[in-house]
């Protein structure tokens, strides 16, 4: 019996590939709301970013998740995900 292929997913915020399991999900549900998906499972698009501070910091200062959602995305979105992960 063959082994399994893991899941990659890649990082944006350091670009980095790491198995699908080791990262967290940002979500954007139909309706627009985004929050952090722990489970992976909600539905809507999704961006992953690791599971370090530094990439969860950098995702406000660079303004990733309007990158990746193509949607504007204000300051207090950032905060609440930056307080959800560090308060995790």
């Given amino acids: 019996m ?3 292929k893991v899941p ?5 915020a350091c670009r980095t590939e ?4 080791e990262m967290v999900r940002v979500c954007k549900s139909p ?5 952090l998906d722990f489970s992976g499972k909600l539905p809507g698009r ?5 599971k370090q501070e ?5 995702l406000g200062q660079k303004k ?11 300051p207090e979105v950032y905060a609440r995900i930056e307080e959800e992960f ?3």
Avoid: D, H, N, W
Avoid at 8 to 12: A, S, V, Y
Avoid at 54 to 58: E, N, S, W
């Fill in 54 to 58: 530094a990439c969860i910091k950098k």
């Fill in 18 to 21: 790491q198995p699908k399991r």
């Fill in 86 to 88: 560090l308060g995790r």
């Fill in 2 to 4: 063959e082994p399994r």
């Fill in 64 to 74: 990733l998740l309007a990158r990746a959602f193509s949607m504007p995305v204000g």
């Fill in 8 to 12: 990659m997913r890649t990082c944006i």
């Fill in 31 to 35: 309706e627009g709301v985004i929050s």
């Fill in 46 to 50: 999704g961006a992953y970013v690791c």
